[in-house]
């Protein structure tokens, strides 16, 4: 029997649900999966990043040991397999053919131009080896400012000049004027560079063929299966959308990267539907390198001005985007929407205009990566800010306090298109200074002067928007895609719970977040509640997880559900109690008569009698359970502020992370505990690409770095201890009143770090601005040519 109970879960620091299995080993991922006779696929993958294929020969192959089949384009081609959709439109959007295994050229290295099927993982990787392919190499291009050159190689025909796209947004006469009356202005360029994504599972695929009712089994590492199986059965494979059905289960991390649909999963569909048996494909690690969406690689001139009391007048940003060899789900949003009309930040002002070219190359495409466009726009606003606040000699956090929105003035409509929801920036910021001994930092940096380890501090204040919405609003902007969420409580006769939500949990401790929701809404224990999701035959249909959306859009829907649920338990209880349903009361997970309390049903009571129906209200249908889709009135706006400490010792040029701390603002706190989790790992995620990690290709678009030997994600000996507090600023757009944390580290964290890089190197020798990762030889380099040229390093 259910037990009832009064206290809350929400806000409760609790240990996750679903740990025990990950911790253990008993979490089942796609590639734990194993069907009968099935099958392995692996992929032949081009060496070069742009070339005519002239001559495949499958016959190089096809006799060795397990060899099964091998699919070319042509293949695809044949089967009417259309190429992979983009899924948000701009106007004169230039989009070139993105099909699963390339037909006649390759665009970049680790295009698929085979695969070939075999009975062993092993017989497929050594056949694909040998698989015998005759290209003719292209001139390549890699760089997105390159790509923009005069008589810079064509990557593809149908995209002349290489550029996908040229996007603007803000008011250009009035930042003109805004410079023309301005008391200072600077100009920095930046380059925002590309990213691996990383996730600790590789993508992997496992499709089924059943012939005899021509249905389609995926089980696939998605952060969104419906709009897989959406995309894949109406736009790719031309199969009925009710014949597929996709599974994602456990799945090991995405940030972004398993959004997508992947041609690999187009191949083993198709292979299985081809050969009767089930196909698999995983990914070796050496594969992500050079298949999974990369992520940021933007080049940009950025502009501000101020007035003489330092207050902002306008911003003006140029940015080139380089999209890779094709545009991908979300590529075109990631630079535009995601990213322009977050250049406001925090600040008041009173003018931006941003431009966008959107440019591809011979590299592998570019996507939405862990913040998408968000950590883009907060880096460029926060290292002009802090360039601005160093040039004017004005302390960069009270600058940054000079410029806020004030807590008065939401919701806030910016200069770029969004209007803010609430916001109250400075008790973020006073917060973070006083967490992190701001002064006394100040003054130490003073003492080491100097000296050969000098000391730099970063302070950034961030926004991001989350849960994007609502659905008609972004579809008038090119989403092909709707942006509300679904969730169905199903309550069974003894009171148990099943949650069904259509957002997705790979990490993020949803089992245990929205279990939390509807343990407080219904009053019973959280033990008595599940949540089911990543399964296209068991849930209703949603939009799944990306963008901070699933606790303000998905736990939303989860409560309007719940509400639905509570309403029909305490019209049932009322009929039992023979009382009026305004005389009920649910307290303590009780439904009582008021002034009676003898005079009650319990949850259980009230479920069973339900699903019994022997005595029900007249007219009402039996059991208890209720579906709600909610589509949010506007985005959520998170905000906070971050604080990077770090150490260079000037001798060897080495960054290191001294201290970190933030103060971040989601609004109430489902779960304390996995909010703070979220934001470490974030902040590890930002770090990386500030100090250490780059996607780096050389300029004929060969990967420089791709493997862990050359690419360098952060470890935990990297990293301080941090140090993280939040205030709480409600969301009035959602009835939880929450915002989302899940990509806030990594959207500050990056900028926190290189401001501090760079305030370290200002205050020691000037220099106003390095491009990130801060390598050793590269800070070395900085410091030795701002002191007096590299031939004082040479004579030291």
């Not at 009832?4 to 911790?23: C, H, T, V």
């Not at 009356?181 to 063929?209: C, D, G, M, W």
């Not at 092909?480 to 401790?509: D, F, I, M």
């Amino acid at each position: 029997m259910t037990e009832s109970r009064s206290e809350k879960y929400m806000g409760q620091a609790l240990k996750r649900k679903e740990d025990p299995r990950f911790i253990t080993g008993t979490g089942r991922y796609t590639d734990d999966f194993v069907l009968p006779g099935m099958l392995h696929a692996a992929m032949v993958r081009s060496p070069y990043a742009h070339a005519r294929i002239t001559n495949i020969d499958p016959s190089s192959v096809t006799g060795m040991p397990g060899v099964v089949a091998v699919l070319t384009g042509e293949d695809l081609r044949a089967a009417g397999i259309g190429p992979l959709p983009v899924g948000w439109l701009l106007p004169d959007l230039k989009v070139p053919a993105h099909h699963a295994i390339a037909q006649g050229e390759v665009n970049h290295v680790g295009d698929i131009v085979a695969a070939v099927i075999a009975e062993t993982r092993a017989q497929a990787e050594d056949a694909a080896a040998l698989l015998a392919v005759d290209y003719e190499p292209l001139p390549a291009v890699a760089l997105g400012s390159a790509a923009l050159a005069p008589g810079a190689p064509q990557v593809h025909e149908d995209v002349p000049g290489n550029v996908a796209f040229r996007w603007e947004i803000g008011d250009e006469a009035a930042v003109h004027e805004a410079f023309r009356q301005a008391h200072k202005t600077v100009k920095v360029q930046l380059r925002n560079h590309r990213l691996v994504p990383n996730a600790i599972e590789p993508r992997a695929s496992l499709a089924q063929f059943t012939p005899a009712s021509g249905e389609y089994l995926l089980y696939t590492t998605s952060q969104n299966p419906h709009i897989h199986r959406l995309i894949l059965a109406a736009f790719v494979m031309g199969i009925p959308e009710h014949k597929l059905r996709v599974i994602s289960p456990d799945v090991g991390g995405g940030f972004g990267s398993k959004i997508f649909q992947y041609q690999e999963e187009v191949i083993v569909l198709l292979a299985a539907q081809r050969l009767g048996k089930p196909v698999k494909w995983t990914a070796r690690r050496s594969e992500s390198f050079v298949s999974d969406m990369q992520g940021r690689d933007h080049e940009s001139e950025a502009e501000l001005a101020v007035d003489a009391e330092g207050r902002l007048l306008g911003l003006r940003v140029n940015t080139v985007a380089n999209l890779g060899a094709y545009l991908t789900l979300f590529a075109p949003a990631v630079p535009t929407y995601l990213y322009g009309t977050l250049l406001n930040g925090v600040y008041k002002f009173p003018a931006i205009h941003a431009r966008v070219t959107g440019v591809v190359t011979n590299t592998v495409p570019v996507d939405a990566y862990r913040g998408a466009g968000r950590p883009e726009a907060t880096y460029l606003i926060e290292r002009t800010v802090d360039v601005m606040a160093h040039e004017l000699g004005l302390d960069p956090a009270e600058f940054r306090r000079r410029n806020f929105i004030g807590p008065d003035e939401f919701p806030y409509q910016t200069p770029v298109a969004l209007v803010y929801d609430s916001g109250n920036y400075e008790p973020a910021l006073d917060k973070a200074l006083e967490m992190m001994r701001y002064r006394e930092l100040r003054e130490e940096q003073q003492r080491r002067k100097g000296s050969s380890r000098i000391l730099g501090i970063g302070v950034i204040s961030y926004l991001e928007a989350c849960g994007l919405a609502p659905s008609a609003l972004v579809g008038q902007l090119g989403a092909q895609a709707g942006q509300w969420e679904s969730s169905l409580v199903r309550v069974h006769p003894t009171g148990k719970v099943e949650l069904y939500t259509g957002s997705h949990s790979h990490g993020q401790g949803h089992e245990t977040a929205f279990a939390q929701i509807a343990a407080d809404e219904l009053q019973i224990p959280i033990e008595d509640i599940e949540l089911i999701h990543g399964d296209t035959g068991r849930m209703p249909y949603g939009w799944g997880t990306y963008g901070s959306r699933s606790a303000a859009v998905g736990g939303s829907a989860l409560k309007l559900a719940l509400g639905k649920v509570k309403a029909k338990a305490k019209r049932i209880a009322a009929h039992l109690l023979e009382a009026s349903e305004e005389d009920i009361e649910h307290t303590d997970g009780v439904f009582r008569v008021k002034g009676a309390p003898t005079q009650h049903k319990t949850f259980f009571d009230v479920a069973l009698m339900a699903h019994l129906a022997h005595n029900l209200p007249e007219g009402m249908e039996p059991g208890l359970e209720a579906t709600a889709f909610y589509d949010p009135k506007n985005f959520v706006y998170p905000f906070g502020t971050h604080i990077a400490v770090v150490e260079i010792d000037t001798e060897t040029g080495k960054v290191s992370l001294r201290a970190y701390g933030c103060v971040d603002d989601c609004g109430p706190l489902i779960n304390p505990l996995i909010a703070e989790g979220q934001v470490h790992g974030g902040i590890a995620q930002g770090a990386g690409q500030a100090l250490w990690e780059d996607a780096a290709y050389d300029e004929d678009g060969n990967l420089l770095a791709g493997t862990f030997m050359e690419y360098a994600v952060p470890r935990a000996d990297d990293l301080p201890l941090f140090h993280t507090d939040h205030t709480v600023t409600p969301s009035p757009h959602n009835p939880l009143g929450v915002k989302g944390i899940g990509e806030a580290g990594t959207i500050a964290s990056t900028a926190a770090v290189a401001n501090a890089v760079m305030d370290a190197l200002w205050h020691e020798c000037g220099l106003r601005h390095l491009d990130m990762p801060y390598t050793s030889e590269k800070v070395w380099r900085a410091i030795r040519e701002a002191r007096g040229g590299l031939g004082q390093a040479a004579d030291d």
